[in-house]
């Protein structure tokens, strides 16, 4: 092992015992003044150099999910169609299709 490797592992004389670290972290919870929710005389004013953020457009994110969903239920569709007309046992391949609608129900039921 390289010396930089092993120094990794090695605690640094700058670490802190917990002890300091624990009071640290106490009296910075404690500084933090707690507000009672109620406001107060100049509540309604707000800062002038809190700018206030931009709305999100959700519009092109809506459009991406609805071609996705067309393009799913378009692929579902076909897979449908193509499985009727290039199987002979019609009634097991409605059986099974029946099944996999049923069954996800029923498991959601109970």
């Known amino acids: 092992m390289s010396p930089s490797e092993n120094s990794r592992h090695r605690p640094r004389s700058t670490d802190q015992s917990p002890d300091k670290l624990k009071d640290k ?3 910075k919870s404690q500084s933090i003044p707690i507000t009672t929710g109620q406001p107060g005389p100049n509540s309604s004013q707000k800062p002038a150099d809190v700018s206030t953020p931009k709305p999100h457009n959700s519009l092109p994110l809506k459009i991406f ?31 099974i299709l029946s099944a996999g609608i049923v069954i996800p129900i029923l498991l959601t039921i109970l």
Request: glycine letters at 6%; zero cysteines; charged letters at 15%.
């Open 25 to 27: 972290l106490t009296d």
């Open 65 to 95: 999910f609805l071609l996705v969903s067309i393009g799913l239920f378009l692929s579902t569709i076909s897979g449908i169609y193509m499985s009727y007309k290039y199987i002979r046992k019609r009634l097991l391949l409605t059986a």
